[in-house]
């Protein structure tokens, strides 16, 4: 009596390392990094809305445009969820670490001011500081809240989500998130501040690979930019 062993299809294995193809949706979908990185929203925006809101509440309204473009973007085009740029409820260890990354990011912005840029003979720009500090405090607000939120979908959440699932690569990811969100500070407050701007792009970057949660990255955010703007 024979026994006939049965066959199996073959099948092909997976290969280490393969690459897909960056869908077109999301290349499309990177170009608001790319504005965000190099236009100058303030400056459109101000030209376009200045005449109506004011020289400071003008210069805000693109920035909201383009976030809310980004929300809808994803939502209609991609035809995803913003959970897939880390839009999810946090956890209690999320809003703590948001806390805690927010208080690391304050420090290091003392240390680089009072003991890196003495070392390397650069001062923060004044000119630029005491611009945003003679504004009203509802102003300071409202462009710290923005920076929170529209940096860290723009900057962090959207870029890092789609590089990730296109090349694997963290390296990648990470490493355009901090060169865009450092360049993007250059033109307003010059180079010495794209070493403040480099370390928390690094800081918050980070954090986002630690907890993927979008919620914890603008808490963070916040209290990092509204210890110096609204204290």
Same mark, same amino acid.
């Given at each position: 009596?024979? %026994?006939?062993?049965?066959?199996?299809?073959?099948?092909?294995?997976?290969?280490?390392?393969?690459?897909?193809?960056?869908?077109?949706? %999301?290349?499309?979908?990177?170009?608001?990094?790319?504005?965000?990185?190099?236009?100058?929203?303030?400056?459109?925006?101000?030209?376009?809305?200045?005449?109506?809101?004011? /020289?400071?509440?003008?210069?805000?309204? @693109?920035?909201?445009?383009?976030?809310? &473009?980004?929300?809808?973007?994803?939502?209609?085009?991609?035809?995803? *969820?913003?959970?897939?740029?880390?839009?999810?409820?946090?956890? /209690?260890?999320?809003?703590?670490?948001?806390?805690? =990354? &927010?208080?690391?990011?304050?420090?290091?912005?003392?240390?680089?001011?009072?003991?890196?840029?003495?070392?390397?003979?650069?001062?923060?720009?004044?000119?630029?500081?005491?611009?945003?500090?003679? %504004?009203?405090?509802?102003?300071?607000?409202?462009?710290?809240?923005?920076?929170?939120?529209?940096?860290?979908?723009?900057?962090?959440?959207?870029?890092?989500?789609?590089?990730?699932?296109?090349?694997?690569?963290?390296? @990648?990811?990470?490493?355009?998130?901090?060169?865009?969100?450092?360049?993007?500070?250059? *033109?307003?407050?010059? /180079?010495?501040?794209?070493?403040?701007?480099?370390?928390?792009?690094?800081?918050?970057?980070?954090?986002?690979?630690?907890?993927?949660?979008?919620?914890?990255? =603008?808490?963070?955010?916040?209290?990092?930019?509204?210890?110096?703007?609204? %204290?």
């Amino acid at each position: 009596m024979s %026994t006939q062993i049965p066959t199996v299809p073959p099948t092909i294995a997976p290969v280490r390392g393969a690459r897909s193809r960056l869908p077109v949706r %999301t290349l499309a979908g990177l170009l608001f990094l790319a504005t965000a990185t190099f236009a100058p929203v303030s400056g459109y925006s101000q030209h376009l809305f200045g005449w109506l809101l004011g /020289p400071n509440y003008g210069r805000e309204v @693109l920035w909201w445009v383009l976030t809310f &473009g980004l929300y809808g973007y994803i939502l209609g085009v991609e035809r995803r *969820s913003l959970a897939s740029i880390g839009f999810s409820r946090p956890k /209690p260890l999320d809003l703590a670490l948001g806390v805690l =990354m &927010g208080i690391l990011l304050v420090a290091g912005m003392i240390f680089i001011e009072i003991v890196i840029f003495p070392l390397l003979h650069l001062e923060i720009n004044m000119k630029a500081d005491k611009a945003i500090m003679a %504004t009203p405090f509802v102003y300071r607000l409202l462009l710290v809240t923005r920076a929170a939120v529209a940096e860290e979908a723009l900057f962090r959440g959207y870029p890092i989500e789609r590089l990730l699932s296109w090349r694997g690569s963290r390296l @990648l990811a990470g490493g355009l998130s901090v060169a865009a969100f450092t360049y993007a500070h250059l *033109s307003y407050w010059g /180079p010495a501040q794209l070493i403040i701007a480099g370390y928390g792009g690094i800081v918050l970057t980070l954090l986002y690979f630690w907890r993927r949660n979008l919620w914890a990255n =603008m808490l963070a955010h916040f209290i990092a930019d509204g210890a110096g703007f609204l %204290t």
